[in-house]
């Protein structure tokens, strides 16, 4: 690998451009990995031209890591690709509006289209969830009085006037996907100044307190009963076995409801996780952290997963489906099941079931047997972040001698 060539846009989205042996490589550092592409064939280091280039595919980077959409796919991001998709969008926003300076100044352009635009030229790389995020906001604007881009100050006040409850960080999700669509404009020069650039300061910051930091543990007598309540029950009984698994690893719900056969190495007593399911039951590979991790199985795990395994279970069955044979749907299990339980027993609060995963990592921290470092790997957690949130208080660990 050549050294940097100090082409660095973006602290946060650590897009380099590096010398790759005199030829242009881009490197991408997102989650825990990282992502390389050769952005212009043949195009050297020390070629302005090809320089050039390969500075438009970062833009178009850094546009997809910014708006929530970048999912590893290295191959769209050649320059060959996106001046073509550049070219077809120009040619077709000319024949269909016609833009010219003249144009643009006295046809306001319309919010829905540049969102159905940008959608269609990312639809193919969007995750499930992502798509689904487009939809509503599209759904959104054909209710929005407002209509062009110009009116972005009252479709942003619109917006968080009539969320009908949606939660402030769906609601900022959805004005970056609005804010991402008018950069998309700037780039085909459309567009002199993004509206939504400072939508913040209208709607506020959203909460930072979200499911992975909104850590509320069950003891270990809590837990255990929870787990005793599912399996006494007659109505939830089916899903036991997954919910003792979730107490017992704390991988995310969208990981064990993804989890195969084909994922349990029973040689060597390890898991792996590298999928996950989204709402709608779809299941796509990576996790959250996009990387897949592996985490041992320990006697307990390992007696459950032998216990449960049908006889004529295929590698790629799910280990844990719907009492229909289907991804669970985990609307209708937290409502149907995880609620009812957790009002049947006494003395037990009712949390959200995502707890399982932070009542696993916080006994696993508490025994004080692990780095941070390791359960941040078995769990897909940064060090910093089982530090921040798991240590807790300290103040009763003594002080060694040194």
């Known amino acids: 690998m050549g050294k940097n060539y100090g082409v660095w846009l973006s602290e946060m989205t650590k897009v380099h451009m590096r010398n790759n042996r005199g030829y242009i490589l881009l490197e991408v550092n997102f989650g825990k990995k990282k992502y390389r592409v050769t952005p212009v064939e043949g195009g050297r280091i020390d070629d302005k031209l090809s320089v050039m280039k390969a500075e438009m595919v970062i833009k178009r980077l850094e546009l997809d890591l910014s708006s929530g959409i970048f999912s590893g796919d290295m191959s769209q991001y050649k320059y060959s690709q996106i001046f073509q998709q550049n070219n077809a969008i120009n040619n077709q926003a000319k024949s269909e509006i016609k833009i010219s300076d003249k144009v643009t100044e006295n046809k306001p352009l319309i919010m829905e289209e540049l969102i159905n635009r940008h959608f269609e030229s990312k639809k193919r790389h969007l995750e499930p969830n992502s798509f689904k995020d487009y939809k509503q906001v599209i759904s959104k604007l054909q209710k929005c009085p407002h209509k062009t881009v110009d009116k972005g100050k009252q479709i942003i006040i619109w917006l968080k006037n009539n969320n009908n409850g949606t939660r402030d960080k769906t609601l900022n999700k959805q004005l970056r996907i609005l804010k991402s669509a008018c950069e998309y404009a700037i780039a085909l020069n459309e567009l002199t100044v993004n509206p939504f650039n400072n939508y913040q300061i209208i709607v506020g910051k959203p909460n930072r307190k979200t499911e992975?930091?909104?850590?509320?543990?069950?003891?270990?007598?809590?837990?255990?009963?929870?787990?005793?309540?599912?399996?006494?029950?007659?109505f939830s009984g089916y899903y036991a076995p997954f919910i003792e698994f979730l107490f017992f690893t704390g991988c995310r719900s969208n990981e064990a409801r993804a989890?195969?056969?084909?994922?349990?190495?029973?040689?060597?007593?390890?898991?792996?996780?590298?999928?996950?399911?989204?709402?709608?039951?779809?299941?796509?590979?990576?996790?959250?952290?996009?990387?897949?991790?592996?985490?041992?199985?320990?006697?307990?795990?390992?007696?459950?997963?032998?216990?449960?395994?049908?006889?004529?279970?295929?590698?790629?069955?799910?280990?844990?489906?719907?009492?229909?044979?289907?991804?669970?749907?985990?609307?209708?299990?937290?409502?149907?099941?995880?609620?009812?339980?957790?009002?049947?027993?006494?003395?037990?609060?009712?949390?959200?079931?995502?707890?399982?995963?932070?009542?696993?990592?916080?006994?696993?921290?508490?025994?004080?047997?692990?780095?941070?470092?390791?359960?941040?790997?078995?769990?897909?957690?940064?060090?910093?972040?089982?530090e921040k949130h798991y240590l807790g208080d300290v103040s009763d660990v003594p002080m060694p001698e040194i």
């Open 259 to 386: 989890i195969q056969w084909n994922d349990i190495d029973f040689g060597s007593n390890k898991i792996i996780f590298r999928r996950k399911a989204s709402e709608s039951g779809e299941i796509t590979n990576g996790t959250k952290t996009k990387a897949k991790r592996v985490m041992p199985l320990d006697s307990r795990l390992l007696a459950l997963l032998t216990r449960i395994k049908p006889h004529e279970a295929k590698p790629s069955d799910l280990i844990f489906p719907s009492k229909e044979g289907k991804v669970i749907n985990w609307s209708n299990f937290s409502s149907h099941h995880w609620r009812p339980i957790l009002k049947s027993l006494p003395g037990i609060e009712y949390r959200k079931p995502y707890q399982t995963r932070h009542t696993y990592i916080t006994l696993i921290v508490a025994t004080g047997k692990l780095s941070a470092t390791v359960i941040g790997k078995w769990v897909g957690n940064s060090t910093a972040i089982i």
């Open 212 to 234: 992975d930091t909104d850590i509320n543990p069950y003891t270990v007598i809590a837990r255990d009963s929870i787990i005793k309540g599912f399996y006494d029950s007659e």
